[in-house]
């Protein structure tokens, strides 16, 4: 069992950043590719970056690629989500979760455990 605790999000005009925070306890967090996603009112929870065991690839969604940055450091059990110039249409519930694969990232249905969301909105 791995238990996740997102935080870090918050109300931001267009533009701003904000850094999410992904805390896991439990089993080994070194062991789990991590991946951030997001659900906006009314829409399907869809992915937004991923990051291998190792941390040597990540992978990102076209709507986020080259604002978002995701990030992890094992000593402290921790993976990060850095999102820059923020938009409106970023407005969303961000999960974190973890899996055991290391492939195919982007794809919800291999995360074994997630995390209870953090809210970011966006004002334009």
């Known amino acids: 069992q791995v238990q996740l605790v997102e935080s870090g999000g918050g109300l931001v005009q267009a533009g701003a950043s904000l850094r999410l925070s992904c805390a896991a306890s439990?089993?080994?967090?070194?062991?789990?590719?991590m991946g951030w996603f997001r659900q906006a009112p009314g829409k399907e929870r869809e992915f937004v970056a991923a990051?291998?065991?190792?941390?040597?690839?990540?992978f990102y969604s076209n709507s986020v690629k080259g604002r978002f940055t995701i990030s992890r450091d094992s000593g402290k059990n921790t993976a990060y989500l850095r999102m820059n110039s923020l938009k409106p249409e970023d407005t969303a519930v961000y999960y974190c979760?973890?899996?055991?694969?290391?492939?195919?990232?982007?794809?919800?249905?291999?995360?074994?455990?997630w995390g209870q969301g953090t809210q970011v909105t966006v004002s334009s």
């Open positions: 979760a973890v899996t055991r694969y290391d492939s195919n990232l982007d794809d919800q249905y291999i995360y074994d455990f």
């Open positions: 439990g089993r080994t967090f070194r062991n789990y590719a």
């Open positions: 990051i291998n065991w190792s941390g040597g690839r990540t």
